[in-house]
C-alpha cells in the first residue's frame, strides 16, 4: 500500500562558493598563483591590473543564488544599475607558494641532463662485450634501481631474459656479466645488497692497512659490524682498538646508496614560497603575509559597456535577453571571487596572528622548548572559526621566521604535565630528550631506561615506552646502534 505523509527536515549544506572558498583558504601559494591565473582564463568578465577610476563595479557580492543555474534567471528581472556602479573596488594583495598534495595541475620543472640508466648504458660502450653480452649487461643496468641496487634473484633475471629478450642464457654467464657492471661508476652500483655495495667500493680503493681489514670486516664480520659488536672483531681479528677505529673511519666514507645523488638530479625540482614572514622589530613580532605577484582583478570594462547597451536599448530581442543572463552570471562569478579572494586574505592573516600570539615566546626566543602545547581546536575557539578552516590553513602553508622556514603544522602538538602539574608540549620534551642523546658518552649510550630516569629527574615522569616512541619519532637509533668507539 502507498502512503503519501508530509515530513519536515532540518539540514545545513555548504554552498558552490563556500565550497570554492574552503579550496582556496587550503591553497599554497604557488598552487593559488595557478588558480587565479586558470579564473581569469575561463571568465572573461574578470581581469587583471588596475581598472579605470570610472565605471568601476561594487565589489559586494549581495546575489545569493548559484551563479550557475543560468535557467532560473529571468533577464526581466535583472536590475542592470547594480552592476554599473561607480564605488570603487578596494585594492587587495594575494600570496604565492608550493604545491599541496592534493593539485591535480603540477608543472614543476625537471632538470635536465642524461637519466641514470643512460649514463650506465653510455660507460658500457667502452667494454668490449659480444651480442649476448651486451643485452645481459644492458638488461641487469635496466634492473638497477635509483639507489644504485639490483634487487632481484639471478635466476628471476634469468627467466625474465628468457621470455621478454629471447636470451637463453644461465645464471654464471649473467654473474660473470653483473661483475663488468660492479666496474661502471659510480662505484657500488648494480650490488645486491648492502654488504656488496660497500665491499665493491672498498676492493676499488686504494689497499691501505685500514683498507684491507675494512675489507675483512665487510666481507668476513659484516653482521657483528651492523650489530657494533667492536669487542668481538678486536678478538676476531686479533687488532687494537685504534686500527678498528681506523677501518670503521674507512668504511663511513663510503656511499651506501651510489646511485642516489645521480638518480635525485632528474627528480621534480620543488620550492618552497613562505605564505608568511614573522619579523622581531623592537622587540615585538610582527606579522606580513607574502603578496608575491599578486594581481590587481576587477571586473572587464567591456562587460560594463555591454549592460549599457543592453540598458539603453528600447526593443530588446530574445538574443539580447540571452547576452545579458549570460553576462550576469559572469558578473556574479567575478565579484564572487574578488570577494572570496579577500576573504582567504582575511582568514590566513587571523589564523597564522593567533598562532604567532600563542606561541610568543618560542618565535621571540626560537627554542623549542618554549613551544607551548597547541592544537587545532586551541586556534579555532581563538578566532571563532571551525578546526577544519584552521587545519587548510596549518596543513600547507608554510612561514619564514628568523629561524629558518617552517612549516605551520610543526607548531601544534600534544600535551602532557610535568611534576608539577603544569601542561607541557610534547615538543619540548622531544627537544630535551634529543639534547640529553647529543651530549652522551658515545662509548657508553644511554639505554631508554636510563633515558626515562633523566627525564624524569628534570620534571618529566614518562614512561621508558614512551621514550622509545619518542626516540623513534625523532629518528634516533636504540642504545646499542649509537655506539662508537
Partial sequence: MLKQYLQFKLSQKLSPQQIQLMKLI???TQAFEQRLKQELEENPALEGGKADNDGEYDSEFDNAEDFNDSESINADDINV???LSDDEIPDYRTQANNYSNDDEDRTMPYAAGTSFTQHLINQLNTYRLDDEEREIAEFLVGSVDESGYIRRELSDIMDDLAFTQNVYTTEEK????????????????????LQECLSIQLHRREKTQPCELAINIIDNAFDQFTK??????????????AQLKEAISEIEHLNPKPGGSYAGNNRIVEHVVPDFAIKIVDGELELTLNGRN???LHVSREYNNMLKGYKDTKDKSKSQKDAVIFIKQKLDAAKWFIEAIKQRQQTLFVTMSAIMHYQKDYFLTGDERNLKPMILKDVADEISMDVSTVSRVANSKY????????????FFSESMKNDQGE???TREIKKILETVIEEENKKKPLTDETL????????????????????EQLDIPVARLRKKI
Fill in 26 to 28: 587550503q591553497l599554497p
Fill in 81 to 83: 544599475d547594480e552592476y
Fill in 174 to 193: 649473467i654473474e660473470d656479466v653483473l661483475k663488468i657492471v660492479h666496474q661502471l661508476d659510480p662505484a657500488g652500483v648494480g650490488a645486491r645488497s
Fill in 228 to 241: 657494533k659488536h667492536y669487542k668481538k672483531l678486536i678478538q676476531k681479528f686479533d687488532i687494537s682498538e
Fill in 294 to 296: 599578486a594581481p590587481e
Fill in 399 to 410: 612561514v619564514d621566521t628568523p629561524y629558518g622556514t617552517k612549516l605551520i603544522k610543526e
Fill in 423 to 425: 601542561d607541557v608540549s
Fill in 452 to 471: 626515562a630516569t633523566i627525564l624524569k629527574e628534570k620534571g618529566y615522569p614518562i614512561a621508558r615506552r614512551t621514550v622509545a616512541k619518542y626516540r
